[in-house]
Antibody
Framework: QVQMQESGPGLVKPSETLSLTCTVS????????WSWIRQSPGKGLEWLGY???????DYNPSLKGRVTMSIDTSKNHLSLKLSSVTAADTAVYYC?????????????WGQGTMVTVSS | DIVLTQSPGTLSLSPGERATLSCRAT???????LAWYQQKPGQAPRPLMF???LRATGIPDRFSGSGSGTDFTLTISRVEPEDFAVYYC?????????FGQGTRLEIK
């Protein structure tokens, strides 16, 4: 069955760029929408945006242009970049598969990766 | 953005009792695109319900969902020991997708 695994640095300095990768195994990236979601004690679960296998994206306006998502269908990889991070970006970051639609439930989740923003 | 408010914050029940969890939206959720998730410590959320009342794959029938517009309910008919967890609602009627703050179901 499809599994997802996030990876990336666990510690990022303030003002720098957070970069994470999500590897999809056991299935294809096509033809799904894929989302990034984060969870912090202060803000709960927050949807960051989605990317379609063809590269279309929609981002949460709350991130104010700091987020970029990309996809590599040949490697079954998703990527997330979040620039100008602050302590408020400290969270567990998840990649997840949308069930079918751009705005949908998330039927498969990665295990999540904790990212701490601190100097 | 649609804000989802869940109540109660914590629900204390004994196994075998009925659990009723509420999720209220600040505006009508398009097409009743409302989902529920269960999350246990150290795990990602697991989908339980979608479309307000449809069970996700593999979810037992003691879980049911209801509601429309702005008021939605998740019911567990008889709580099992494995059901003690945190429950979140999510609306996906439009962008941005938003989540409720969660209801913790704890053992009484």
């Amino acid at each position: 069955q499809v599994q997802m695994q996030e990876s990336g640095p666990g510690l990022v300095k303030p003002s720098e760029t957070l970069s994470l990768t999500c590897t999809v195994s056991g299935g294809s990236i096509n033809p799904y929408y894929w989302s990034w979601i984060r969870q912090s004690p202060g803000k709960g679960l927050e949807w960051l945006g989605y990317i379609y296998y063809r590269g279309y994206t929609d981002y949460n306006p709350s991130l104010k242009g700091r987020v970029t998502m990309s996809i590599d269908t040949s490697k079954n990889h998703l990527s997330l970049k979040l620039s100008s991070v602050t302590a408020a970006d400290t969270a567990v970051y998840y990649c997840a598969r949308n069930q079918m639609l751009p705005y949908d439930i998330f039927d498969i989740w990665g295990q999540g990766t904790m990212v701490t923003v601190s100097s | 953005d649609i804000v989802l408010t869940q109540s109660p914050g914590t629900l204390s029940l004994s196994p075998g009792e009925r659990a009723t969890l509420s999720c209220r939206a600040t505006q009508s959720v398009n097409n009743n695109h409302l989902a529920w998730y269960q999350q246990k410590p150290g795990q990602a959320p697991r989908p339980l319900m979608f479309g307000a009342s449809l069970r996700a794959t593999g979810i037992p029938d003691r879980f049911s969902g209801s509601g429309s517009g702005t008021d939605f309910t998740l019911t567990i008919s008889r709580v099992e020991p494995e059901d003690f967890a945190v429950y979140y609602c999510q609306q996906y009627g439009g962008s941005p997708i938003t989540f409720g703050q969660g209801t913790r179901l704890e053992i009484k």
